[in-house]
């Protein structure tokens, strides 16, 4: 690659002002892997319609254009960290499904970056960027793709009706397109599913503000004037849906609430599930209080103890994390989820419902232990993105020549080789027909563009959208 600076590309699903994780998590990836101006860094995300905009982001926040957006992007980063940003933007058309409550790309959003260009992409959900994909394979285009699983879908998809059975499609999918499109997987945690030669490592940090709120608990712990760094309780944070731990913490508290006599509990979020939570909680004995949600680092937060989270859907926890920077302490389920935060002394892991009520008692009589400077590095996204660099393998990129397009010099290759050739030319094919686009769930009309997008991002019309505008899927 001669002198030039290596180019990562990082590709994700969400973005902000929609507080989800692969919207904060990759901005972060991509401000500390641009920070010592080694390498050129690139975050592209997804550009929504006006129409789609109103269906997903919060408090009625929209934007007239992507340069718009952009600005909002990097005023929320550049408030976070201690450095000037030095990565670039880019924008992929996309819509919103309201149906899978999900943002999915449009067209082929792999020629958002110039072939000259294309060194690494890093798919942050790789399984939910390349679903329904049609265009050229990432494989090709990259000289190494490098995919970060997010999520557990097939957790999710098990407590839908007759959800194990659309699990073990969705699991076959996934697989298929990651292994068709990636050279190299990274998990978070072994909460997610299995992909073959896949690593398991959270490359994710938190937030720089958690920390420096939990310097300050450090500096209150060490004065010795007699100030409780810690005034309040047990609380709890989250997205409301009974699938993000409010099921099983409600069921926790209501087993045992002879057990936990006295105890006082803040649930904070909001979700579609609001209302019969704040109803569930009403039927409990104990005093059980329900508030809306906010931002974790909000000043309401800073003086918990005790963070509960029995939540076994997360694949690494981002409020987990944030509650052990700053300090706390945390009771968690021993779930693989929660297996990077065993090496912090203040989280707790529990196994049953004994288990719980026992760590639960013992983390309000007790003082969280102070973290330590290696303790709160290794919980930095300057040591995320050590770990990452570390399993990248980046090195390799010089090295590794693009693959050849499927079907070509068909005799020269290995079996394995041609089989994933095929299959990859199968998925490019079954992809390319609206019908079966359909059948497979994708987006009405997701095929390429249309016009008002291509206008909004300075795209090429193609012939075949001109005059269109797509509506919002409803379905």
């Known amino acids: 690659m001669d002198n030039k600076k290596q180019h990562i590309a990082i590709f994700t699903t969400a973005s902000l002002p929609w507080m989800t994780g692969t919207a904060v998590n990759p901005l972060f990836r991509a401000a500390f892997l641009a920070k010592d101006g080694s390498r050129k860094v690139t975050l592209v995300i997804p550009w929504l319609s006006l129409q789609h905009q109103k269906l997903v982001y919060p408090n009625n926040i929209t934007f007239a254009s992507p340069s718009e957006q952009q600005v909002y992007v990097r005023q929320w980063v550049q408030e976070r960290v201690s450095f000037s940003p030095g990565f670039s933007i880019r924008f992929y058309p996309a819509k919103f499904a309201v149906d899978k409550r999900s943002i999915l790309a449009v067209g082929d959003i792999s020629e958002v970056i110039p072939d000259e ?28 793709v490098i995919g970060i699983i997010h999520t557990n879908y097939l957790e999710y998809i098990k407590r839908e009706k007759n959800g194990r059975i659309k699990a073990m499609g969705v699991k076959f999918i996934n697989s298929w397109v990651v292994e ?157 989820s929660n297996d990077f935060f065993k090496q912090f002394p203040n989280c707790r892991t529990y196994d049953n419902s004994n288990g719980f009520v026992e760590a639960t008692r013992k983390a309000l009589t007790e003082e969280p232990a102070e973290l330590t400077g290696a303790q709160r590095h290794e919980l930095s996204w300057e040591a995320a993105t050590e770990r990452f660099l570390r399993v990248a393998d980046l090195d390799q990129v010089s090295a590794r020549k693009p693959a050849k397009s499927p079907l070509k010099s068909f005799a020269s290759i290995s079996l394995s080789t041609r089989m994933e050739d095929v299959s990859a030319y199968l998925h490019h094919v079954a992809l390319g027909f609206e019908t079966s686009r359909r ?32 509506p919002v899927d409803k379905s």
């Open 117 to 144: 260009e294309a060194d690494v992409a890093v798919l942050e959900e790789p399984e939910h960027l390349t679903w329904f994909h049609h265009g050229k394979r990432w494989k090709t285009k990259f000289r190494l």
């Open 439 to 470: 059948a497979f769930g994708a987006i009405p009309g997701s095929l390429q563009p249309d016009e008002e997008q291509c206008k909004e991002l300075g795209l090429a019309i193609p012939a075949a959208t001109q005059g269109s505008k797509d």
């Open 180 to 336: 068709i499109y990636c050279h190299k997987v990274i998990r978070l945690s072994a909460a997610t599913q299995d992909y073959p030669n896949s690593i398991i490592c959270n490359v994710h940090g938190v937030n720089p503000k958690f920390l420096e709120i939990g310097k300050k608990k450090i500096e209150l712990q060490q004065s010795g004037n007699g100030n409780q760094a810690f005034t309040k309780g047990a609380y709890y944070i989250g997205k409301m849906v009974w699938s993000k731990g409010f099921k099983e913490l409600i069921k926790l508290l209501q087993d045992n609430q002879k057990e936990l006599i006295g105890l006082e509990v803040d649930l904070y979020g909001s979700g579609e599930d609001s209302d019969q939570v704040q109803a569930a909680a009403k039927k409990l004995d104990l005093v059980v209080r329900v508030y809306p949600g906010r931002d974790h680092a909000d000043p309401v937060f800073h003086d918990y103890k005790v963070f509960l989270n029995p939540s076994t859907t997360d694949v690494v926890c981002t409020t987990t994390a944030e509650a052990l920077a700053m300090g706390k302490i945390v009771v968690c389920a021993n779930h693989p």
